[in-house]
């Protein structure tokens, strides 16, 4: 049973009749009192409750009141607010005391049925195994706990519309996860759209995403579909999330709330209905507190959190990717794949990897090539890695690999840093954090 507070009776009877059409069994309730004794004597499935009931203020108070009060009678039931635009702030303030969701009135029926299925769905699914024979893994290797612990939940979440957001440190394989969500969901066959958001300049921004009509501004001299119009029925992938603009963290907030958006030089507004998967390996809570990210959009879409473990936590992942990696970098160079000696593998199962993934995959591919042998062995491989520098001092074995191996690549590029950063497989900040560490400038 749904339960729907709102002490509008239009709203009370529209939102019965979308509901009870779509088969959901509803109760409507027209104050915060009525809806305390239901949830004294039964637990609703779901309850969608409205921010404000007394006419002369819009504050909200009694919404956040009778949230607290009722997640003390029915703690595990998912409470989906509804609020105005102009709310959502306060909307905010509520999911941080206990709300699942918001939508904001108008509503839109499609968008608050898909949110309803989505809730109901999780609620009833039970865990699958990462390693479920029905789930298309996408190429993501590995057996460690950890990892099977996140493709039990992308088993769980795929089939809904919840909103992902990935979050892992760079090379760790936050769009590999992304792509597998989307490829067992029941948008399989529609299109899977990859945005990276920190390569887009904010001056470009809607041009990119919302896409523009020839003679939008200088230099339009054609019509340009944007990015959300191509995921149009399927989903979008938002990748670095944490480095988009404020200014553009509002436009974006509108299209996920309102699921509409308008292409430069176009006054029409168009629909888009696209499944939202985010990715960052940036601390959002930090940049929410120093107002760099905006809250109401975190809430947005972090409807389920997925934290992919990095590869110095996954070491026994790190002989099954070694061997993917060199039987896949023989096969494109036309030799037989390696077999790596005991030794040699455990020499690569020490290093530190601050690009994660891809950094292994990069060494693994530089060793298959360069070497060409049928056994790799552990002499090999010391002759590949950087020697050890002076400069790092007297640090324990991992972190003096990990200083050699930024060491090497800051020289390897001339001290460009961004192209070490890269090559590395982290961003210029983790690359600094990581230099103030050894202190190497």
């Known amino acids: 049973m749904i339960l729907i507070v709102d002490d509008d009776k239009s709203v009370r009877?529209?939102?019965?009749?979308?509901?009870?059409?779509?088969?959901?069994?509803?109760?409507?309730?027209?104050?915060?009192?009525?809806?305390?004794?239901?949830?004294?004597?039964?637990?609703p499935a779901i309850i969608l409750m409205d921010m404000n009931y007394t006419g002369s203020t819009v504050s909200g108070k009694e919404g956040l009141e009778l949230l607290r009060k009722v997640k003390i009678f029915a703690p595990d039931t998912p409470v989906i607010l509804m609020t105005a635009w102009g709310s959502i702030p306060l909307a905010v303030e509520g999911m941080k005391a206990g709300a699942l969701d918001f939508i904001t009135k108008p509503w839109d029926n499609r968008h608050l049925l898909g949110l309803i299925e989505t809730v109901t769905t999780l609620r009833r699914e039970k865990p699958i195994q990462g390693n479920d024979n029905s789930f298309d893994r996408c190429g993501i290797i590995g057996e460690t706990d950890s990892l099977k612990d996140v493709l039990s939940i992308c088993a769980r979440i795929a089939p809904t519309d919840a909103s992902v957001l990935i979050l892992g440190e760079n090379?760790?394989?936050?769009?590999?996860?992304?792509?597998?969500?989307?490829?067992?969901?029941?948008?399989?066959?529609?299109?899977?759209?990859?945005?990276?958001?920190?390569?887009?300049?904010?001056?470009?921004?809607?041009?990119?995403?919302?896409?523009?009509?020839?003679?939008?501004?200088?230099?339009?001299?054609?019509?340009?579909?944007?990015?959300?119009?191509l995921a149009d029925t399927g989903t979008i992938f938002l990748d670095e999330i944490g480095d988009l603009d404020v200014a553009c963290q509002v436009k974006l907030l509108r299209v996920l709330q309102e699921h509409t958006f308008e292409p430069l030089g176009d006054s029409k507004s168009r629909r888009t209905d696209v499944r939202v998967i985010c990715a960052t390996n940036a601390d959002l809570q930090s940049m929410m507190a120093d107002r760099s990210f905006r809250e109401d959009l975190f809430y947005r879409?972090?409807?389920?959190?997925?934290?992919?473990?990095?590869?110095?936590?996954?070491?026994?992942?790190?002989?099954?990717?070694?061997?993917?990696?060199?039987?896949?970098?023989?096969?494109?160079?036309?030799?037989?794949?390696?077999?790596?000696?005991?030794?040699?593998?455990?020499?690569?199962?020490?290093?530190?990897?601050?690009?994660?993934?891809?950094?292994?995959k990069n060494i693994v591919e530089r060793i298959t090539i360069i070497c060409r042998k049928k056994n790799i062995e552990a002499k090999d491989i010391r002759l590949l890695l950087p020697a050890t520098s002076t400069s790092c001092g007297r640090q324990p074995t991992l972190d003096r690999l990990e200083c050699d191996t930024i060491v090497e690549a800051i020289d390897r590029f001339d001290g460009n840093l961004s192209k070490a950063a890269a090559h590395l497989g982290i961003t210029r900040q983790a690359l600094y954090r990581r230099m103030d560490k050894y202190h190497l400038r």
Request: aromatic residues 6%; charged residues 25%; proline residues 7%.
């Open 13 to 43: 009877a529209s939102l019965k009749l979308v509901l009870n059409r779509s088969g959901y069994e509803c109760l409507a309730v027209a104050s915060p009192h009525e809806a305390l004794e239901v949830v004294r004597h039964t637990t």
């Open 171 to 229: 090379g760790t394989g936050k769009e590999l996860i992304a792509e597998a969500i989307h490829r067992n969901s029941k948008r399989s066959d529609k299109p899977f759209v990859k945005v990276n958001l920190g390569g887009i300049s904010p001056s470009l921004f809607e041009s990119e995403m919302f896409g523009h009509r020839r003679g939008a501004f200088t230099g339009a001299v054609a019509d340009r579909i944007g990015r959300f119009e």
């Open 301 to 360: 879409i972090n409807l389920i959190t997925l934290t992919i473990p990095p590869l110095r936590d996954r070491r026994n992942d790190i002989p099954l990717l070694v061997r993917h990696f060199a039987e896949t970098s023989a096969n494109d160079a036309g030799i037989p794949a390696p077999r790596f000696t005991p030794d040699a593998m455990e020499i690569l199962s020490s290093l530190p990897y601050p690009g994660n993934i891809r950094e292994l």
